[in-house]
T-cell receptor
C-alpha cells in the first residue's frame, strides 16, 4: 500500500542552522510528492512539490528532490529563520501523509 | 469562493449524537479528500471523491462514518453515534485535477472542523 514515513520531531535549531527532515515513502505507481507546512494557528498549505523522479521542488529557500531509487523526498534548507517554525508534513498525491515534524527555530 | 470552506469550525457533540460536517471546495475542482487529524498527528486519509463518485473510502474507520458529494461540488461527512475517539480535526481538501496519481495534483485545504465528543 501507500505510506509515508518521516523523521519524528520535535526538531529545535538555532537561526541560520542547516535543516534536514527525512521522508521516505512506499507507493504503487508513480505518485507526485509534496511537502506541506502548517504554521501555528493556520491551516495546511503547500510548501513545494515534485512530480517525477529527479525533480527538485523548491520554495522559500526549502528544497526537496524526488529520489525514486531510495524512495525518498528529504526536505532541506540551508539557513533557517525563526519564521520557519511550524509543523512540516511529507505527502503523496494519493492522500497519504506523514505524521509531521515540528520545527522550532530559536534566535 | 476563494478557498475551501468548512463548516462548522467547531462542533461539540454528546456521545451517541450524529453530526454532519460540510465542505465547500474551490469552484470547479474535480477531486475532494477528507482527512482526520488527531492532536499532534498528521492527517489520516478517510475518503476521496472524483466529482460525485466516491472512488476510495478505504480510510473510513467504521461504518459509522459516511461521506457524500451528490452533485460533485459540496461534500458532507456524517458521523453516526459519535464516540469519544472520534474527537479530532476533520480536514477537507480539493484539487483541480482528477486521479490520485496524476502529476501536479496539489491539494488545497480548508481550515478544518474541530469535533469534540463529550
Amino acid at each position: 500500500g501507500n505510506s509515508v514515513t518521516q523523521m519524528e520531531g520535535p526538531v529545535t535549531l538555532s537561526e541560520e542552522a542547516f535543516l534536514t527532515i527525512n521522508c521516505t515513502y512506499t507507493a504503487t505507481g508513480y505518485p507526485s510528492l509534496f511537502w506541506y507546512v502548517q504554521y501555528p494557528g493556520e491551516g495546511l498549505q503547500l510548501l513545494l512539490k515534485a512530480t517525477k523522479a529527479d525533480d527538485k521542488g523548491s520554495n522559500k529557500g526549502f528544497e526537496a528532490t524526488y529520489r525514486k531509487e531510495t524512495t525518498s523526498f528529504h526536505l532541506e534548507k540551508g539557513s533557517v529563520q525563526v519564521s520557519d517554525s511550524a509543523v512540516y508534513f511529507c505527502a503523496l498525491s494519493t492522500g497519504r501523509f506523514g505524521k509531521g515534524t515540528r520545527l522550532s527555530v530559536i534566535a | 469562493g476563494a478557498g475551501v470552506s468548512q463548516s462548522p469550525r467547531y462542533k461539540v457533540a454528546k456521545r451517541g449524537q450524529d453530526v454532519a460536517l460540510r465542505c465547500d471546495p474551490i469552484s470547479g475542482h474535480v477531486s475532494l479528500f477528507w482527512y482526520q487529524q488527531a492532536l499532534g498527528q498528521g492527517p489520516e486519509f478517510l475518503t476521496y471523491f472524483q466529482n460525485e463518485a466516491q472512488l476510495d473510502k478505504s480510510g473510513l474507520p467504521s461504518d459509522r462514518f459516511f461521506a457524500e458529494r451528490p452533485e460533485g461540488s459540496v461534500s458532507t461527512l456524517k458521523i453516526q453515534r459519535t464516540q469519544q475517539e472520534d474527537s479530532a480535526v476533520y480536514l477537507c481538501a480539493s484539487s483541480p485535477k482528477s486521479g490520485t496519481g496524476v502529476a501536479k495534483n496539489i491539494q488545497y485545504f480548508g481550515a478544518g472542523t474541530r469535533l469534540s465528543v463529550l
